[in-house]
């Protein structure tokens, strides 16, 4: 269809149908630039003529600008009415970013994607202005996709063109990349990619990390690289964005589904069942799946303070452990579980991979850019970081903001900005000396700064432990499972036996149906609960100098006591619920905040990386140290160790404090062996 048809099509349709909202654009014009017309409701008034827009979008933008120019209307101020025409509610076929291929050229269409980074603002003529030096006469040049100035000024045919450039009229462009969703990438597959092409209004309107839908022509131009002479580049001419708002994938649930989810929320086994398909390959670790569960289904959302700060919901687990113990495959279980998710290993891992980077690149001129990282990327989702204990002390430190307030904040290289990043994290690490020591403090043996292990909601320690009952289980589980996967025949019967309760793929649908439609309010008993608990620790604490929990718990217990009920598709969040969380919570804080040497139960070995006791040996050996200093003429390092063991310290401890005492500048060695305190 041509553009003369196309302006009588819309002609009418302006007249009879979209008079109204050309009126709203009207009195508001330019601070709103454009005139978004509803495919939909051009396919109401003429199918033939929406279809043509699909497959010839330029004549059809033409034909609705000469239509809106015919109507000769005028904004405040007696402008010139001219808006963008840009059409939204284009049909969504979902094609991949991979399959967008020479079929889509010069064609309109709707496509999902992640914004991956976004170029800086650059400026286009929209109209160019000439003039001839020969015999003075001025030109102006409306720029097209194919425009090409005449070089001879075309009344004398004599002169040159030359450009005025202040008599010319600009608009902003910018270029940005996208890539496939997530959820959408197929397992071992890098993400598809493709360049995006904004004008005008649409200029800054996306940020690296939101999913959007883009309604957009797909453009080719020759491809100035060397290397590739004679082939052509693609990119996308941006027309409309919708944001896609849900986090988790949007998955579509049939009316039979949710029916059945229903059913199943009602089981009374529900708990036991959902447990059995998480990480139905790994023996055992009752309590951690439990904690993988309540992380994927989340606390209440978009729940704020009275001052009206956000309220995390979002959960983070660390497993820390012996090597060889399931650790990285219960990551991959998460992820694998989570409508959307992100994996990433130990040292393969930096800051701005994690968070956001600043790079020059052909976006924008070799300009700065911003460049979103995996926890930006997952926002909404799960993010499983791998090998933790290997990630810089440098690196690990963009991780506080992320995991307290689900936001990461950037200022290089010109470019001061926020990204949204709220994102539950899952991460694994090793021991410090590759396998934990039984008689030390747990928190004591991985390499993680007390400041960010304090931000994890759990933490759970996986030890090898010799144990002939369990490990004859275990063996017995693992080598059944190599017999069941190499079996060529097996009778149905038995398959069907051998099913996990819940499958993947449903339960997939029923964590996004949850997190989706499921706000659990607190109620009093459930509240009761978790304060009983809380006050009964604190007042253990009180008259020994030990912590044992402080109020950043409390909103754990909350979050953990919300995904509780989520998962039981629960309005309210019972004393069942908070029941469940102060369980969890008591067995974390039995297997990592216990003291070795007292038998009490201390926050600040998670809070400060020292219990009260070794705090205290620290005080009473640099005492010692500065005691013996004065008595005598110098003070031998065995010495030390042998009245500290008389004082109850172990050796272990007194050469740690030593070490540190050497290494915070309050003791040095003049010569080895012995030890001189700095007054």
């Known amino acids: 269809m041509d553009s003369l048809k196309f302006k009588k099509a819309f002609d009418k349709f302006f007249t009879n149908i979209y008079n109204k909202e050309i009126r709203r654009v009207l009195v508001r014009y330019p601070e709103e630039k454009s005139l978004y017309i509803d495919w939909k409701e051009v396919e109401k008034f003429d199918r033939d003529v929406a279809d043509a827009i699909l497959d010839y979008p330029d004549n059809a933008i033409k034909g609705a600008k000469e239509a809106l120019d015919d109507l000769k209307l005028t904004a405040l101020g007696g402008k010139p009415f001219k808006p963008n025409i840009r059409f939204s509610n284009i049909p969504n076929k979902d094609p991949l970013i991979e399959s967008i291929g020479s079929s889509y050229i010069n064609k309109l269409f709707a496509f999902k994607s992640l914004i991956t980074r976004r170029g800086a603002a650059m400026n286009k003529a929209r109209v160019e202005a000439y003039y001839c030096p020969v015999c003075n006469e001025h030109f102006k ?139 139905p390959d790994i023996y055992g670790y009752r309590q951690i799946k439990l904690a993988i569960l309540l992380q994927l289904f989340g606390g209440t959302k ?140 747990i928190p004591n043996q991985f390499a993680i ?122 309005p309210e969040v019972t004393a069942e619920d908070a029941t469940v969380a102060v369980e969890l919570m008591k067995y974390v804080m039995d297997k990592v905040m216990t003291d070795k040497m007292t038998g009490m139960m201390d926050i600040d070995l998670i809070t400060t990386g020292k219990s009260k006791s070794e705090r205290k040996a620290y005080i009473e050996i640099d005492e010692l140290i500065r005691k013996l200093d004065e008595e005598k003429d110098e003070v031998l390092e065995d010495e030390v160790i042998t009245e500290a063991e008389e004082m109850n310290i172990p050796k272990g401890v007194t050469k740690k404090i030593i070490d540190e005492l050497i290494k915070s500048g309050e003791v040095y060695k003049p010569r080895d062996g012995v030890l001189k305190p700095v007054k």
């Open 449 to 570: 700064p007390p400041s960010l292990m304090s931000r994890f909601d759990l933490i759970f320690p996986i030890l090898d432990e010799l144990d002939t009952n369990k490990d004859t289980r275990l063996a017995d589980f693992i080598i059944s499972s190599h017999i069941e996967s190499t079996e060529e025949f097996i009778e149905e019967e038995k398959k069907e036996e051998k099913k996990v309760p819940v499958a993947r793929d449903f339960l997939r649908k029923y964590i996004a149906y949850a997190r989706a439609n499921v706000r659990p309010r607190l109620t009093d008993e459930a509240g009761d609960v978790i304060k009983e608990f809380y006050l009964g620790l604190r007042s253990r604490g009180q008259g020994t100098g030990s912590v044992p929990i402080t109020p950043r718990y409390l909103e754990g217990l909350i979050r953990l006591a919300e995904a509780h009920a989520k998962m039981r598709l629960s």
């Open 141 to 279: 040049f409306v720029v097209t996709r194919d425009f090409k100035a005449p070089s001879k000024c075309p009344v004398c045919k004599k002169g040159f063109l030359r450009e005025d450039i202040n008599n010319s009229e600009f608009i902003d462009v910018q270029m940005a990349e996208a890539q496939e969703i997530l959820e959408r990438v197929q397992p071992g597959t890098a993400a598809a990619k493709i360049l995006l092409y904004l004008e005008d209004d649409l200029v800054n309107k996306i940020i690296p990390g939101e999913n959007i839908e883009i309604s957009g022509i797909l453009r080719v131009e020759k491809d100035k690289t060397p290397k590739r002479k004679g082939s052509y580049r693609k990119y996308i001419e941006v027309i409309s964005i919708k944001r896609l708002k849900k986090d988790f994938e949007e998955i579509e649930i049939s009316k039979e589904e949710e029916e059945e989810i229903l059913k199943l929320a009602k089981n009374p086994r529900l708990e036991e069942m959902l447990l059995e398909s998480v990480a």
């Open 302 to 441: 978009d729940k704020r303070t009275k001052s009206g700060s956000k309220i995390r919901d979002d959960i983070h687990i660390l497993l820390v452990g012996d090597p060889g113990i399931a650790k990285t495959r219960f990551l991959q279980n998460s992820c694998a579980l989570a409508p959307k998710s992100i994996y990433v290993s130990g040292k393969s891992v930096s800051g701005v991979g994690l968070t956001a980077s600043a790079e020059k690149d052909e976006l924008s001129g070799n300009e700065w850019t911003l460049k979103a990282g995996a926890l930006v990327l997952a926002s909404g989702g799960i993010a499983a970081i791998d090998e933790f204990d290997k990630i810089s002390e440098e690196d690990r430190s963009s991780l506080h903001e992320v995991m307290e307030s689900g936001t990461v904040s950037i200022a290089k290289a010109g470019i001061v900005t926020r990204l949204k990043s709220k994102t539950a994290i899952i991460s694994a690490a090793n021991p410090k000396a590759g396998r934990f020591e039984r008689d030390k403090n």
